[in-house]
């Protein structure tokens, strides 16, 4: 089943027109792959999904149901995650306090997930009531991931988390989202193209601010020459 189509989105960021045609869809249950050079347009088309970079024209359907007009804190209550490259954690709180504040609800099922979610990141737990400023690069990547997790999404949509990553705390991270993959739908935006492709169904290539190939990532991973056209890997 799809549950996310974007159709021909078009974003202009001031006078700058950054996406000029970006088109994919993500079945439920997989992991989606967004890929392309630097500057390509990734981080745009999240922020558009979030509403936080709005779309002139084109389409953006979440459950059947049109979300591009929305306000973004109206997208998130739709069950749509988003884990920004900065990680956007709180340092001056602790790690328990910027779960908490992450939390739309308190109920059973929003402390199962929480549960849940802590049991893979053993890291948090330990530093449960230390300011997050002081986690590690990893260690906050882990954070930001847990705080999408809590709430019932549908949908996470995780900008780069590998990057800055040491390969030890990478691996890590991968575990996590193969763990995750049962629970919950990912768009993921991901340089490293080993992450990408162990984790990756699906992927979709941006190339100046437009989607310009798609496929299987298994196909992806043997076609060299299109690795070495938009993604610079030899
Ligand atoms: N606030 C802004 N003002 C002007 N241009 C911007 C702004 N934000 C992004 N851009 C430009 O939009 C283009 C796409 O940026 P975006 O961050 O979406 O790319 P990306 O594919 O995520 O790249 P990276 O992998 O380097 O994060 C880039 O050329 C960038 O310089």
């Given at each position: 089943?799809?549950?996310?189509?974007?159709?021909?989105?078009?974003?202009?960021?001031?006078?700058?027109?950054?996406?000029?045609?970006?088109?994919?869809?993500?079945?439920?249950g997989e992991v989606t792959v967004l890929l392309?050079?630097?500057?390509?347009?990734?981080?745009?088309?999240?922020?558009?999904?979030?509403?936080?970079?709005?779309?002139?024209?084109?389409?953006?359907?979440?459950?059947?149901?049109?979300?591009?007009?929305?306000?973004?804190?109206?997208?998130?209550?739709?069950?749509?995650?988003?884990?920004?490259?900065?990680?956007?954690?709180?340092?001056?709180?602790?790690?328990?306090?910027n779960i908490r504040l992450a939390m739309q609800k308190s109920d059973d099922a929003t402390l199962e997930r929480r549960d849940w979610i802590l049991n893979l990141f053993p890291?948090?737990?330990?530093?449960?009531?230390?300011?997050?400023?002081?986690?590690?690069?990893?260690?906050?990547?882990?954070?930001?991931?847990?705080?999408?997790?809590?709430?019932?999404?549908?949908?996470?949509?995780?900008d780069e988390p590998s990057k800055g990553?040491?390969?030890?705390?990478?691996?890590?991270?991968?575990n996590v989202l193969q763990e995750m993959k049962d629970r919950v739908t990912v768009v993921l935006v991901e340089q490293n193209f080993y992450m990408a492709s162990t984790i990756g169904d699906g992927y979709y290539i941006i190339d100046d601010g437009r989607t310009v190939h798609s496929g299987q990532m298994a196909e992806l991973k043997v076609n060299e020459s299109l690795k070495k056209e938009y993604l610079g890997i030899a």
């Open positions: 089943m799809t549950l996310l189509k974007v159709d021909r989105i078009e974003t202009y960021i001031g006078q700058y027109h950054i996406l000029q045609g970006v088109s994919f869809e993500v079945k439920q392309g050079r630097n500057g390509a347009g990734k981080t745009t088309t999240l922020r558009s999904l979030m509403g936080l970079n709005p779309i002139s024209t084109g389409s953006i359907t979440f459950k059947g149901e049109s979300i591009h007009h929305l306000p973004t804190y109206e997208i998130a209550r739709k069950g749509i995650g988003y884990v920004p490259e900065d990680q956007g954690v709180f340092p001056d709180l602790t790690i328990e306090e890291d948090l737990k330990t530093f449960w009531k230390k300011p997050s400023g002081l986690l590690s690069g990893g260690q906050k990547q882990m954070l930001a991931i847990a705080r999408a997790c809590v709430n019932d999404n549908e949908l996470l949509l995780i990553l040491a390969p030890i705390m990478v691996e890590k991270v991968m």
